[in-house]
Each structure stands twice: as structure tokens, then as C-alpha cells.
């Protein structure tokens, strides 16, 4: 073990121990920013760095289940990505398959896909729907794996859900209008059941969400860290941690 090590191993200690115990978030919800901005600058080409991003993520989880969060959301691919060239987006969709049936293949956590999976290729939409079937009996930290997922598309989703279920039970526009809670919308999203985020993380030095988890996140904690996600380390998470921590939640104002 080289002097670095020594030295990392120490502050990853120290960070710790300036972390609330009594104040860890239930559920982490990361963009996973700057795979490409990390192979451009290290001459690589682009999937490249998405491969080193993906190896990075099974570590990741395991940072989140040392220190007891319950539900880790990954946004893996956006309904903008989509549109991105075929000689780009095959072979991430391909590296985005692979990943999840890994994650699922270790059976340490439950996976969960949430996004619009009708929009996505017929082996990455099956490979998404066999991992959360395969998982759906395993207790640890639920893993939401968002392939296809924007903020607004949700939205839609879950009005249009809530829409079709009202019209079912005979319900009309002017009942459900006078009726409608937040709650109703809640329950027609795709993280349906689980506690909404405490801590979202974005790599790469991006200020911004770009949509992701827009209903879900009105109470969150944000945090900004300027590397890119391929070089995001444990000690990165850990200052997250920190901060979140640190912070006086203040709910609603």
C-alpha cells in the first residue's frame, strides 16, 4: 500500500466521521453525468467512457448499502437520449443492457426499471422487465434503474394512468376534478411506494436536473460535484453525505 493510499484511506475516515449517522438520506437519486466529456478528454471514444461509467455503478451501490440507504435511483439514459445517432445509442443501449442484467445477476439488490419502456428497443425493454421480476423477492436496497426517463414523460404517464383507472370505474372528468389530490398523481408514478428522494447527486459540474425526478424531488437536497462520473470516488459520495447532513431541511419553504 502506497503513501496515497494511506492518506485516502485517512480521509475517507475522517469524512465519516463528520457524517450524521442519525441523518442519512433514505434514498439516493444520482445523474450520471459526463461519461462523454470523460472519454473525449482522455482520447477515448465515446462508449468507452460509458463502459468505464457502468463499471462504476455496482461500486456505487455498495457505497450506499455500507452506510443503510434504502433506495438508489440511477438515471442511465434520458427520453431526449433517444434520439441521439445509432452509432451512439446502440452501443449504449447494449452497455445499459448488459449493466442491469449484472446488477440483477448478483442478486444482492432488488432492480427496478423506471421509465417509459415501451420507447426502448425490444431486448432492452426485456432485458429491464426479466431483471425486475428476478429481483422482486430480494430485501436490501431497492434499485431503480431510469432507461428512457424524463421528468415530463412521467408526468404524462401517471396523469394518463390515473385517467384511464377513473374512466374504468365509471368516474367522470367533473367528479375526479373535484376530488383530485396530489396523492392520486403520486400513486401513478413510476417510483410508486417508495420515499421520494432525500439526496440527488449530478456529476460533471452541471447545475441542473434537466427534468429528472421533477415531482419527486420538490423536497430534495441537491448536490453538485464537479467530476466526471467515471472519476466520481468514494470520498465524492461521502462529501454528499456530508453535506446532506449538515444541512437544516427546511420542507416547504
Known amino acids: 500500500m502506497g503513501i496515497g ?7 475517507s475516515k475522517r469524512l465519516s466521521s463528520q457524517i450524521d449517522q442519525d441523518r442519512i438520506p433514505r ?8 461519461n462523454r466529456r470523460w472519454a473525449s478528454e482522455h482520447g477515448n471514444a465515446t462508449d468507452h467512457g460509458h463502459r468505464v461509467g457502468a463499471a462504476k455503478i455496482e461500486e456505487f451501490i455498495g457505497w450506499c448499502d455500507e452506510v443503510g440507504v434504502e433506495v438508489v ?4 439514459l434520458s427520453t431526449d437520449n433517444l434520439a441521439r ?3 451512439e445509442l446502440e452501443p449504449l443501449l447494449e452497455i445499459i443492457t448488459n449493466t442491469v442484467s449484472e446488477l440483477a445477476a448478483t442478486r444482492r439488490w432488488r432492480v427496478h426499471p423506471v421509465g417509459a419502456l ?3 428497443p425490444a431486448q432492452t425493454s426485456r432485458a429491464l422487465k426479466e431483471a425486475d421480476v428476478s429481483t422482486r423477492d430480494i430485501g ?8 428512457g426517463y424524463g421528468g415530463r414523460h412521467e408526468l404524462v404517464d401517471a396523469v394518463r394512468a390515473l385517467l384511464l383507472e377513473q374512466a374504468e370505474l365509471g368516474t367522470s ?22 420515499p421520494d428522494p432525500d439526496l440527488l447527486i449530478r456529476t460533471s459540474g452541471e447545475q441542473r436536473l434537466s427534468g429528472f ?19 466520481f470516488r468514494k470520498v465524492d459520495f461521502l462529501r454528499a453525505l456530508r453535506a446532506y447532513s449538515q444541512r437544516d431541511r427546511r420542507f416547504g419553504t
Request: hydrophobic fraction near 50%; aromatic fraction near 14%; charge should be negative.
Open 5 to 11: 493510499d494511506l492518506v485516502y484511506g485517512a480521509y
Open 27 to 34: 434514498h439516493v437519486g444520482v445523474v450520471l453525468d459526463g
Open 73 to 76: 435511483t440511477l438515471w442511465l
Open 85 to 87: 445517432p445509432a452509432a
Open 118 to 120: 415501451d420507447l426502448l
Open 140 to 147: 436490501g436496497i431497492t434499485v431503480n434503474v431510469a432507461v
Open 173 to 194: 372528468l367533473e367528479d375526479l376534478a373535484q376530488v383530485l389530490e396530489a396523492d392520486h398523481i403520486a400513486e401513478h408514478l413510476y417510483t410508486k411506494g417508495q
Open 213 to 231: 425526478m421533477l415531482w419527486q424531488s420538490a423536497n430534495s437536497e441537491f448536490y453538485f460535484c464537479e467530476a466526471y462520473w467515471p472519476d
